[in-house]
């Protein structure tokens, strides 16, 4: 069973930067697509990024285009958010979540069918 915990969040100000990881553990990371998704007080939870199981496709929400990057070492068990020029509206807890469904491409990736999620991580944007 595959399990993954978040780390990295924190308080940032406006312009900021934050790294969040998304550490495997239980199973080897490599067939899975990786997604990062958030949820601020009062809304739904959204996908943020994708990266597929060998890197071959990312995306990325309009929202946080130019701003997020999403990586990932496979052969460490880890995924990582790098989110830069931080704004107020990116303030909500972000999670991660691994399939194997559909982990070839984040087209496919289908992380409502089967996923393993973490608990998730604070991130706050304030000045």
């Known amino acids: 069973q595959l399990q993954v915990v978040e780390s990295g969040g924190g308080l940032a100000h406006p312009g900021g930067s934050l790294r969040l990881s998304c550490a495997a553990s239980?199973?080897?990371?490599?067939?899975?697509?990786i997604g990062w998704f958030r949820q601020a007080p009062g809304k739904e939870r959204v996908r943020v990024s994708c990266i597929s199981s060998l890197s071959a496709s990312t995306d990325y929400a309009d929202s946080v285009k130019g701003r997020f990057t999403i990586s990932r070492d496979n052969a460490k068990n880890i995924a990582y958010l790098e989110m830069n020029s931080l704004k107020p509206e990116d303030t909500a807890v972000y999670y991660c979540?691994?399939?194997?469904?559909?982990?070839?491409?984040?087209?496919?990736?289908?992380?409502?069918?089967?996923?393993?999620w973490g608990q998730g991580t604070q991130v706050t944007v304030s000045s």
């Open positions: 239980g199973r080897p990371l490599d067939y899975y697509a």
């Open positions: 979540a691994a399939t194997d469904v559909g982990g070839v491409s984040c087209t496919t990736a289908s992380f409502r069918t089967r996923a393993s």
